[in-house]
């Protein structure tokens, strides 16, 4: 986690040309910042697209955040047409979590979180059942029901939007049992994180482990994507696997996969929050 929260980052997307690096780091440096990382990529050296993520320290700065922002745009940003963020370790992001029956992201998630190695405040979680009151309170996170029957799913979105919009920067949904409509989705662009219990695009679907095991697979995964209003096709933020074998049963799968599934999405989601994720296209540039 960032110290005492003087970390800043900047994150850029533009096309490729020379001296972008050149531009970013002595312009930052020109105004006291100490950079302390830098990852890149290019797509392509030849007219590809150039992407970056910064992290620079800000007590140096000579400059408060809103003029180093409007300067940098005009001094650097607009000669390299940049789609670019300037964020802050000091503004922890707020986090919804979306969960149906199924626990064990949700508990991994809140599990971290309270020993701090989630730098965000959970701000609540939201389900369609009852059943994970009583424990989500017991980690101090104030807990949503709202039922959904097919006669009340649009009602019941509604009430979700209602409760979230402008109130969390992020929606994981941690086994949320329900397909979110476009309308919601779009509420929330690149900010709702989902974890799929297999490997896309292998067994999509219902009973994923059953589809592996029907097929003798020798590799189970988990996979976690940013959501899209086309199911389960969203860009892809992190996957893993683990072999198996013809002796591996159903439960011992789910056993397997939940594991996974637990890692990939923690992984995920504090990739989002440290932002090490830059959405491009139907892809993601991941610099974990």
């Not at 960032?2 to 312009?27: E, H, W, Y």
């Not at 400059?63 to 409007?70: F, G």
């Not at 695009?201 to 097929?215: M, W």
């Not at 860009?235 to 072999?243: A, F, L, N, T």
């Amino acid at each position: 986690m960032d110290d005492q929260g003087t970390t800043a980052r900047l994150s850029i997307t533009c096309s490729d040309k020379p001296g972008i690096v050149a531009a970013v780091t002595n312009f930052l440096y020109n105004h006291g910042a100490n950079i302390t990382s830098l990852d890149q990529h290019s797509t392509d050296p030849e007219g590809g697209t150039f992407f970056m993520r910064l992290e620079f320290q800000t007590p140096g700065l000579d400059i408060a955040r809103p003029l180093l922002e409007k300067t940098f745009a005009e001094a650097v940003a607009e000669r390299y047409e940049m789609d670019w963020r300037i964020s802050y370790a000091a503004d922890r992001k707020r986090i919804a979590i979306m969960v149906s029956k199924y626990d064990h992201v949700l508990f991994e998630l809140l599990w971290r979180w309270s020993r701090g190695e989630l730098p965000a405040e959970i701000s609540m979680v939201v389900s369609n059942h009852p059943d994970l009151n009583d424990a989500v309170s017991n980690f101090g996170v104030p807990f949503h029901h709202i039922p959904v029957t097919p006669e009340t799913k649009a009602d019941a979105e509604s009430r979700a939007i209602e409760l979230l919009k402008n109130k969390v920067d992020l929606v994981v949904l941690a086994r949320y049992m329900q397909i979110l409509t476009g309308h919601f989705v779009n509420t929330f662009p690149n900010r709702i994180i989902n974890i799929h219990h297999s490997f896309l695009p292998a067994f999509i679907g219902a009973n994923p482990y059953r589809q592996a095991y029907d097929r003798g697979v020798k590799l189970i995964g988990a996979t976690a994507h940013y959501v899209t209003s086309e199911l389960d096709m969203g860009p892809i933020i992190e996957q893993d696997v683990i072999r198996v074998s013809h002796r591996t049963s159903v439960k011992e799968l789910k056993e397997l996969g939940q594991d996974i599934e637990r890692n990939v999405l923690a992984r995920s989601v504090k990739w989002h929050l440290e932002d090490r994720i830059i959405v491009y296209g139907n892809k993601s540039v991941v610099f974990s």
